[in-house]
């Protein structure tokens, strides 16, 4: 194993380890409650990146007997069409998570969608009891009796997995989503961490990110980080998938790459361990998914039998 190696957190890795522990909580719930996690994904009109990801996690279900439900619709579906979709979710036993696949066409009113979804069904974190539930929960991330957004939870595993000890460290966070950023900084707090969050009103962001113990880079920006942007023995958490353009090696090969937010060759010669652009967060952010939809479930199990 080169140096490089010992660098890597390697997502894909730690990813495929969860779902082994995952499949075998969900035959365990099966064999004891006669109950199998069902997931609902709803995937408005034809984005080829939405539906790849959609594929992904209905294939990732499958592997770990989960039950994936899709409801796809057509660019012009009327938001009422929607709402009355996911009523029909929220009041069927047989589901456990509903995702909506993001971004909606714009004649949708997004939050008004995600508002509609049963917190207690809400896989994805988004909806604002399960928000607020994240900013006054105390209690570990993993453990919480709610859902926390998939791709925050995974880097913090990640983390966890990579042996890195969060206490009293100053995380920067790169980035200020209600999907990632915001979610982000508030599971590091939660970890007893130094929090700064970066946005792109920050004032010379480069500064702040050097004083980072960890760094977490979520703002969609191809190589934004950069090696001198980074103090010797940081940690990287790299959030950013970005397609950028290349020349192709052989006719009619690949016309694009996936990069980070950081610009990976050069961190790496400074930072102590980093995640990988493809096979670092991407890969944990389903398994998560995957996670969040099996606990909602076990969770639905047991307010059954102590209802009876």
Known sequence: MSLDDDKIIDGTKIAALLKDEIKHRVASLLETSGTTPGLAVVLVGTRRD???????????CAACGINSMGFDFEDNVSQLEL???IQRLNDDAAVHGILVQLPLPTHIDENAILRAIDPDKDVDGLHPINVANLYLYSGQALEA???IPCTPLGCLVLLDRAGIDLKGKHCVVLGRSNLVGQPMARLLLGRDATVTT????TVDPASIVRNADVVVAAVGKAGIVTGDWLKPGAVVIDVGINSVDVVPDKPGGKTYKLVGDVDYEAAKTVCSKITPVPGGVGPMTIAMLLNNTLCSCERFVERASASH
């Open 50 to 60: 939405s539906q790849t990801y959609v594929n992904m996690k209905k294939k990732a």
């Open 145 to 147: 009796p709610f859902s």
């Open 83 to 85: 709402l009355e979709t």
């Open 198 to 201: 970066v946005h792109s009103k």
